[in-house]
């Protein structure tokens, strides 16, 4: 599933095999909105839900399911029921933005949490919060974060899954840029990847240009 690394070509989104990019009209219109400086507090939060809860649609797709047989009010049909345990692990602290729009969906779901915070010179991630429960090899574990940028970070807390178990991971983001997609693919081929876009690059400090900023701040209202 690993994608063609090809040193100082420009990035296609076709050499990565794990990475699907949504496209669709409305996941599209509401990350533009997003972006806005201008949006801010409650909108944002409700925007950045909104496309967590289409991405969730798109990511479930190769769900496993089960043949079951359901009442109705004229008599029984043929169903199909989810058939795996669906486990959300959003980064602290700008992947809680994406949780809410997807439990909406699946509030059956379990939550672990990971807490990793950036080193500012470095880029690295620092580790301050772990709570995963032990993972069901079956379970369908979906890490969370918006901004895929340098990478480390979703790496970081894909490897700290795999540790308690985790076999069927998926990471969701808003926002990617190549270098983030390319150090996944590196690390984790076997994790798909889904993006609402593909941003240009990232700057000296590590943010997505265009991108929307910082997320945390921007959910939170922490400048
Ligand atoms: N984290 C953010 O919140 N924004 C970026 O652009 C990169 C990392």
């Not at 991405?55 to 479930?60: D, G, R």
């Not at 795999?162 to 190549?178: D, E, F, M, Q, T």
Request: with cysteine.
């Amino acid at each position: 599933m690993g994608g063609v690394n090809r040193p100082n070509q420009p990035f296609r989104a076709a050499d990565f095999p794990q990475l699907t990019v949504v496209e669709h009209p409305l996941v599209a219109s509401k990350l533009a909105a997003l972006r806005q400086p201008a949006v801010e507090g409650a909108e944002f939060r409700r925007l950045m839900s909104d496309i967590s809860r289409l991405l969730l649609w798109e990511m479930m797709r190769s769900f496993p399911t089960r043949d079951v047989q359901v009442p109705t009010p004229l008599g029984t049909a043929e169903a199909r029921e989810l058939d795996a345990p669906i486990v959300f692990v959003p980064v602290l602290r700008a992947g809680l933005g994406m949780l809410d729009g997807m439990l909406s969906l699946l509030d059956h779901a379990t939550v672990g949490h990971i807490g990793l915070y950036r080193n500012e010179e470095t880029l690295r991630p620092v580790t301050y919060y772990s709570r995963l429960p032990e993972l069901d090899p079956q379970a369908r574990v979906l890490v969370l974060d918006p901004m895929l940028a340098t990478g480390h970070t979703c790496v970081e807390a894909i490897a700290q899954v795999k540790l308690r178990g985790g076999r069927h991971i998926l990471h969701a983001n808003i926002v990617s840029c190549p270098e983030g997609i390319t150090e996944v693919a590196q690390q984790h081929p076997d994790v798909p990847v889904f993006t609402a876009t593909v941003d240009t690059r990232l700057n000296e400090r590590g943010y997505i240009v265009p991108g929307l900023g910082d997320a945390g701040d921007r959910l939170f209202a922490t400048f």
